[in-house]
């Protein structure tokens, strides 16, 4: 009988043990079934950021680099200046890109780097317990935002993938969500697009992914899946941003 | 070649590929090299958007078993901190280059000697320890910065070149002796797709029962071979000396002109000068101590090496200061007025 359903090879054979409902888990697996797809298992190293995802190096099985909170594009620049026949992606949470690591994204992306960013947006910081990210919608309570997120003293909520797309450097730019089964399919898509651009040289890509994150939010994991369809798209619009190549094609 | 051009050139013959910086005076010789100097081995520069994301770059060069380097001056290394500290704690090796100039804050842009204690005790979080040479012209410069990079390969570990905006802008004849390539350990440890060997992982976070004091004694366990076998000195004059001037990098180079001009007087005075300031030459500060001499410490600041010779002296001998701070040049006239004191039997005034 034919074998349809395994664990990729990319990931190591244990458990995942982020939250019951955590979106990580997930987006791990669909990077390691990306990394199986292409057959580059054995060509990656992935970046490991500060925050829950610190982690991902129990579960990827392949080459990782752990960086300091907001540097991995830094970082990742580094590596693959010297190394451009070997594939980096960089794995961050919305404190650690889209906070402490603003001007990391913002000039990796403008040098056109030839990398790939999965950047997860759970609109909080998970690891320390639920404080406000840029990323926090209005109104949103936090452990820092009790009274719900005050654009006056807070400000907005920071669109990532809106703001890269205006770089001449990027070349794709896309957000996809991991509430159903449709938008899990397309953020495979996206992320092996991403992958497949860097390995044909053809520079920056950033798949900002829209993740539950049910403990901070409290909510029960199919509340937290409602809550990024009812709250999180209408700030933050599923869609690809930018596409230079399919432009010049 | 000025002395901040040494540097460069002398990295990129020791086999730096890699270089990443971000302008600051009075460094921005090495930089500039590098852009044009970098292309031509088939390195990379990168002028990056910070200091912090120029050591991280740096960071991921290494990491890919890459000679790396970076460099700044003093508020640019205040900035690089964070990252010095993961490179001690994931032990990659670096070469970081400080051409200080006075602090602190934006302080201005003359040479100082005002980052000693960020450079030896530490600087970034944690308990870690950077290997750090002083050169004081041109020729140890070059000499220097080769050897940098050889010892962050056998060690693991950043290395600092701590000069100061003197030397870096001072241009004087030196030999540029080439590179000889020293017999290194391995790089068994570079992330470079996990093909025929299990994943490999680069980290400095340790969350599981006691097992980071197991990787701080690890760490402690290789400064302490530091200490054993990496200390560098020169000593001028010291066996039969009555007073000895201990002073590193540019305030040795005054210093000695003081030296020279007592002793053709009849002065017993003179030298020491730490070239590795981690480790300190505590040893054989102690042994010159314990012949029974005073020391004054010279400094371009108000007073940071000291401490370190008080220590290595242990209050058998009397140790005195005498420094400016805020990126002034002591003078070779200063120095021997100081001594002059000391030997007159007048009241020190510092």
Redesign the interface.
Known sequence: MEKIFQRPASLKPVPFRYCPGCGHSLIHRLIAECIDNLGI?????GI?PVGCA?FA?DY?????????HG?PP??????????PD?IIFSYQGDGDLAAIGT??I??AAN?GENISVFFVNNATYGMTGGQMAPTTLLGQKTTTTPFGRNNETAGYPLRVAELLSTIEGASYIVRTSVDSYKNIIGTKKAIEKSFRYQIEGKGFSLVEILSPCPVNWKLSPIDSLTWIQTEMVSVYPLGTFKDKIKEIE | MKGNEAIAEAAVQAGC??Y?GYPITPQNEIPEYMSWRMPEVNG?F?Q???E???I?????????G?R?MTSSSSPGISLKQ??IS?LAG?ELPAVIVNIQRGGPGLGNISGSQADYFQAVKGGGHGDYKLLVYAPYNLQEMWNLTMLAFDKADEYRNPVMILGDGVIGQMVEPFYPKPYVRPELPVKDWV??????RE???????YMGEGELEMRNNILQKKYKVMKDKEVSFEGYYTEDSEIIIVAFGIAARIALSSVKRLRSEGFKVGLFRPITLFPFPEKELFMLARESRRFITIEMNAGQMVEDVRLSINGISEVLFYGRPGGTIITPAEVQEKILQLFNHQPYLA
Request: net charge positive; charged share 25%.
């Open positions: 298992r054995e060509k990656v190293v490991a610190v190096y990827f099985n392949f080459d990782m680099l752990e960086v300091a540097r830094a970082a990742a620049t580094g590596y693959k200046r010297v190394m070997r001007a990391e913002i000039h040098r | 590929r890699f990443a990379v990168v990056a958007e910070s912090l994301a120029a991280n770059m740096v960071y991921g060069a290494s990491a890919a890459v790396a964070e990252t993961y994931a992330l470079d797709g996990c093909k025929n994943p490999r992982v680069i980290k400095s976070l």
